[in-house]
């Protein structure tokens, strides 16, 4: 089963960084060896990344760069990520546009705009927010994919999780597991989509940092 993967070209078109920049943070360690991946395609050998991790570590290093020297970034982020103690009412997050206002309404209590929530309470309706964004999943099955973040995720700790997003006849479930777990189907299942926690962590802090927080 292939995660979501990015090509290096794709990477730096959308970010509009250099091939110098991407390498030059490799060297500094602030995008880890493992995420560049090398895979043949019809052209060669081709390097790719974890879409949303990469995309969310490129954003916040290129928020950060003007204030921290590299080896200053380096070292923030080898720590434990501080943004686990983030926590924003649904007001701020439907101001600072981190997911739709849509999700919002729909996972994240609008009748409380002053209510608090937790990065993993966040994390949750981004979760969704993300699927519906790419046109994965419907809203009755983001309905269930949330319901099943709020009441799994927590049982997976520090370890984080990792969500299949499977359909076979017309028919969708969501399968759970922890990160790395090397799941089978049977014939006729087909991949919709496939979440890790951590990568999806990743990106939310790149739209936090973004934003200032």
């Known amino acids: 089963m292939e995660e979501d993967l990015i090509s290096k070209k794709e990477l730096l078109d959308e970010t509009g960084i250099s091939y ?20 043949s395609t019809f052209t060669g050998q081709e390097t790719f990344f974890p879409r949303a991790r990469i995309l969310g570590r490129v954003q916040h290093i290129l928020q950060k760069k003007d204030d921290l020297s590299l080896d200053e970034l380096a070292d923030q982020l080898s720590e434990p990520a501080s943004s686990y103690r983030i926590s924003l009412t649904v007001s701020q997050l439907k101001e600072r546009n981190i997911v739709s206002v849509g999700s919002l309404e729909r996972f994240g209590r609008p009748e409380a705009e002053g209510l608090q929530l937790s990065f993993e309470q ?5 979760a969704a927010d993300w699927l519906l964004s790419k046109g994965e999943l419907s809203w009755e099955e983001a309905d269930r994919l949330y319901q ?9 700790g520090e370890k984080g999780w990792e969500l299949f997003f499977v359909r076979k006849m017309g028919v969708s479930f969501f399968i759970m597991a922890l990160p790395g777990a090397g799941l089978a189907f049977e014939e006729g299942v087909r991949l919709v989509s496939r979440l890790r926690s951590a990568d999806l962590a990743e990106l939310l802090n790149g739209r936090l940092t973004e934003d200032g927080l």
């Open 122 to 126: 966040i994390l949750n309706v981004f």
């Open 20 to 39: 110098g920049q991407l390498y030059r943070w490799k060297r500094k360690q602030l995008i880890p060896e493992e995420w560049f991946i090398r895979k």
């Open 148 to 156: 099943t973040l709020e009441s799994h995720a927590p049982g997976y």
